[in-house]
């Protein structure tokens, strides 16, 4: 690395970090100004709240923070002459812009980690915090609703603590459903422990039943049955594939963020049909889509830096006007996905590639000049 690409690299970081960390604060202050029932929650519960919405917010900064930084960079370089002295030496706008682009494509693969793991679970706690600090338990936001387990289907009357009150747990495999009533139940890690439960297994190709009642019939549609006065405490545990905070996260309907990450659409959409599939893809196509925005808007943004002189206040403003354009593009690309009018996967990503091409092309006229 020459001294000129150190130069640019050391100058880099702390503007995209400081940036992400302006920017961040922005989302969170929007956020605090636009909940309507913030006073609601209790103090003690403010700053988790605040917290656990970084990780998704940082995410939709770093592309603006990348911009910024390249704003910032070459900005000043193009201002202090020294991009016209580095490219009549014979180095090009590419080589100086090497390591800001080595550093775009980290962030990127940061974006990736960010959806993928952190973002996800930071999501779940926002719903969580929440709730147990408006209502005391976040449990009951979600009694009395249908609850998809991704292939079961969970139902509960109440909550007293932690515990469900009144449970049902319904699976289909084929004709077979299998409905097991329980009087009290607890979710533990993706485990569904039930107490007093009662178990039916019912094949419904042996339905309507025919004139005729035989033991062989009933023997076949229902294949099995454990009733409670056997056992009136007795207990089962049935694997479920979702966690407790997962389910008030997808079902409170607080309108958060969404908790799921691009394996969870990924998976989702394999199964899903029809216009609910195709929202999942373009759902799925807008995750995907964000983490390579980094680098591509910084990409963009050092074309249009090298063009023009910025100082620190200007840059600031130029960055959230492209952003503002980029996400505009982004969201309406997503938009016309879910409705049909584009491929649902693809739509997301024409920004992407309008602002690629664009970047490309002005870096390469800003090269011959």
Known sequence: MTRLERMVAREAIPNFLIGTGLY?????????????FLSAL????????ILYQIPNFALQAFPIASVFTALIVFGRLARENELLAAQSGGISLTQVAKPVLIFGAVITLLGFVVAEWIA???????????????????????????????????????VKGNQLENVRLEEWKGNVQTITLARTAQIIDKRLEMVGFRKYSVNHDFFPPPDEIT?????????????????????????IKKTT???????????FEDPRSISDL????????????????????????????????LLFGVAVAASGSRNSSTAFGYAVLIAIGFYAA????????????????????????????????????????
């Open 120 to 158: 996800p679970k930071a999501n779940e706690q926002v719903s969580v915090t929440w709730w147990e600090g408006v209502s005391g338990n976040a449990l009951s936001r979600i009694a009395g609703k249908r609850l998809d387990l991704d292939g079961q289907t969970l139902f509960f009357a109440g």
């Open 266 to 297: 990924y998976l989702e959409h394999q199964k899903a049909t029809g216009a609910a599939q195709r929202d999942v893809a373009a759902q799925l196509g807008l995750k995907t889509a964000l983490p390579f925005a980094s680098f591509i808007i």
């Open 24 to 36: 961040v604060g922005v989302f969170l202050l929007w956020r605090i100004l636009a909940q309507p």
């Open 330 to 369: 982004l969201f309406l690309g997503r938009t016309l996905g879910q409705i049909g009018l584009l491929p649902a996967f693809l739509a997301p990503w024409l920004a992407n590639v309008g602002f690629l091409v664009a970047g490309v092309w002005l870096l390469r006229s800003r090269q011959t000049r």
């Open 245 to 255: 905070d997962r389910l008030i996260a997808e079902n409170d309907g607080s309108g």
């Open 215 to 239: 033991a062989e019939w009933t023997q076949n549609a229902f294949t099995e049955v454990v009733r409670a006065s056997v056992n009136p405490n007795a207990k089962t545990s049935v694997p």
């Open 42 to 49: 209790p103090a003690q519960a403010f700053l988790p709240w």
